[in-house]
């Protein structure tokens, strides 16, 4: 049976994914890997197969591969920005050698490929407005390091063994069903899930501080997209720029409010300001519109109002 490994499955974007795929697929092709058994709202087992295991260790993934005779690895095991510079080191080992060992077994077992990359490639010499598919690449974080370096891995081993891995660059993701875990676009999920328990928020960036985000259900549409789109028509092998839309902190809150009057944001700027900072504004998202059709379904008000409709459905439970 071909079946498919979703690596990072309890993360923001892996809890969600495993689901999706399940729904697609059938609940016993799609096999769940992180380092520790997932919990659901209920505090049940999710249904499906499901492993523990460390993508630093080949071994051990390799005998998942074979296990579970997979051919096809959504790779998004990782650790986000924010705590990529608390754990540099780390950082490498998990999003690099992990990287290099799901693409060292892609090899071996003809695996089919996916890997998110991140806005993070980009840092202060990029153009801000606009951020072309091929500009400067001068990322200020360990993560976008990695993840530069990994869309750099991905490239090779496509170019050089013929593996089938493809690539996105999310920018912020923001979702209700899982929380995020150590980026810099946290803010944008924190305020909703504040603004639904009918509490003030402080944002750790300033109010004029503008980025790339998406909804959810537009970045699992994206990639989907781009694991069924033709080979033959790929042009990037490295990662795909995409967007949904920008919006500062002070624009988002101004979203909530007009659903939420009584919702008040105030700020308090960290660290990560200053990573916030050596991002782009926007994407230009124009390659991956053209070679496989591209396309978001939400603006800000609309994921606003599906936001806070669900976060608030779920707090009546
Ligand atoms: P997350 O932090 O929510 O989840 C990552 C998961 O990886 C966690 O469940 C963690 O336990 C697991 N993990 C960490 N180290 C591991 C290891 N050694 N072995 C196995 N599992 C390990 O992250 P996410 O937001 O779901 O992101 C998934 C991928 O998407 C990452 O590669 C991330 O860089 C990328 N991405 C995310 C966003 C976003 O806004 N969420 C934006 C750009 C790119
Ligand atoms: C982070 O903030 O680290 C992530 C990302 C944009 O890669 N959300």
Not at 21 to 49: F, I, K, M, T, Y
Not at 192 to 219: E, Q, S
Not at 236 to 254: C, H, K, M, Q
Request: proline share 7%.
């Amino acid at each position: 049976m071909n079946r498919i490994l979703v690596t990072g499955a309890n993360g923001q974007i892996g809890s969600e994914l495993v689901d999706v795929l399940r729904r697609r697929h059938g609940r016993d092709r799609v096999v769940g890997l992180d380092l520790a058994p997932p919990s659901s709202p209920n505090g049940q087992r999710e249904e499906g197969p499901y492993v523990t295991g460390d993508v630093r260790n080949r071994d051990a993934i390799e005998a998942v591969i074979r296990n579970h005779e997979v051919s096809v690895v959504y790779h998004l095991a990782s650790l986000l920005s924010a705590s990529g510079e608390k754990k540099p080191d780390q950082t490498w080992e998990v999003n690099l050698d992990g990287l290099k060992n799901v693409l060292d077994l892609a090899r071996r077992h003809s695996l089919r490929v996916f890997w998110p990359s991140s806005i993070a490639v980009f840092g202060p010499s990029t153009p801000r407005e606009q951020t072309p598919q091929r500009t400067v690449f001068d990322p200020s974080t360990m993560y976008g390091v990695t993840k530069r370096s990994g869309e750099l891995l991905c490239q090779y081993y496509h170019r050089r063994y013929d593996i089938d891995v493809r690539s996105l660059r999310y920018p912020g993701l923001i979702s209700y069903k899982t929380p995020p875990g150590g980026g810099t676009t946290d803010y944008a999920v924190d305020m909703f899930y504040a603004a639904a328990d009918g509490d003030p928020y402080t944002c750790f960036v300033r109010p004029d501080t503008r980025l790339p985000m998406m909804y959810m259900p537009d970045a699992l549409q994206a990639t989907l997209d781009l694991m069924e789109a033709d080979a033959g028509n790929l042009t990037v092998r490295d990662s795909y720029n995409i967007t949904a839309f920008s919006f500062s902190a002070r624009e988002l809150a101004a979203s909530i409010e007009r659903r939420m009057p009584t919702f008040s944001c105030s700020y308090d700027p960290d660290e990560r300001q200053r990573i916030a900072d050596d991002w782009p504004q926007s994407v230009d998202d124009s390659v991956a519109r053209s070679d496989w059709g591209w396309s978001p379904q939400y603006d800000l008000d609309a994921m606003t109002d599906d936001m806070l409709d669900h976060l608030q459905e779920s707090l009546e439970v």
